[in-house]
């Protein structure tokens, strides 16, 4: 084994023990986080298996392979992340107009709102 193995391995632990340590998620996506790793070092100990699947699709290289399937994840992602981000908003705007009728509807509400609830010191 070569050096260079030993570190993506450790690199690949870590990366999947910080996901499951700080992410909370469904059974599937952790059953995916943890299949991916596995995967990923099997990659990492033995480099031909990549190049024999890249064969078999018609690809020339191992890595090319990888590349290609690292490109169309982090396709994915992003639109996968783009979409949460627009619901947060909308979400977010949908909050702020039903506070906004809220105060709107209860001026004196409006009104105790802005003043402190907490005396200053010395009072």
């Known amino acids: 084994m070569r050096f260079i193995q030993i570190i993506l391995i450790i690199l690949a632990l870590i990366s999947a023990a910080v996901y499951f340590a700080r992410f909370r998620s469904v059974f599937r996506d952790r059953l995916i986080a943890l299949l991916l790793t596995a995967l990923g070092i099997l990659f990492i100990l033995f480099p031909g298996a990549t190049t ?12 090319d392979l990888l590349f290609y399937l690292f490109a169309m994840t982090g396709i994915f992602a992003f639109i996968l992340l783009y979409s949460k981000v627009l619901d947060l908003e909308t979400q977010q705007t949908e909050l702020a107009r039903f506070i906004a009728l809220q105060l709107a509807s209860e001026p004196e509400r409006k009104i105790a709102s802005a003043q402190p609830s907490v005396t200053p010191p010395g009072d």
Not at 52 to 63: C, K, Q, S, T
């Open 52 to 63: 024999a699947i890249a064969n078999v699709l018609g690809v020339g290289r191992g890595v």
